[in-house]
């Protein structure tokens, strides 16, 4: 486990990535949870509060995916299969670490 912990943080580029993932994930979490609140609201100012917070996520997240691409994180353009390939690849190089 600490190979992979120790890989996964290693280097600025790859950490910075990491953080930008699990902020994406947060804010998709975060996004979900407020628009069920907004949807559950019996007042017309709660939903006016949750709509405000919502919309605060929403681009927070638009600027961490624009961030994503472009520093070439994410690249929504590329074939389905060049995707998938890139992602197999790198998930081959996580299981593939040196032992200590």
Not at 24 to 52: C, F, N, Q, V
Request: negative net charge; glycine residues 4%.
């Amino acid at each position: 486990m600490g190979n992979l912990m120790s890989s996964l943080v290693n280097g600025d580029n790859l950490k910075d990535q990491t953080v930008a993932n699990d902020m994406i994930a947060g804010s998709k979490s975060a996004a979900t949870a407020y628009l069920s609140a907004i949807l559950e609201s019996s007042t017309p100012e709660l939903r006016s509060m949750y709509t405000d917070s919502l919309n605060q996520i929403l681009a927070g997240h638009a600027a961490l995916t624009d961030l994503a691409v472009n520093k070439d994180w994410y690249k929504p353009y590329d074939m389905p299969e060049q995707q998938l390939s890139e992602i197999f690849n790198q998930s081959q190089q996580l299981v593939e670490l040196p032992k200590e």
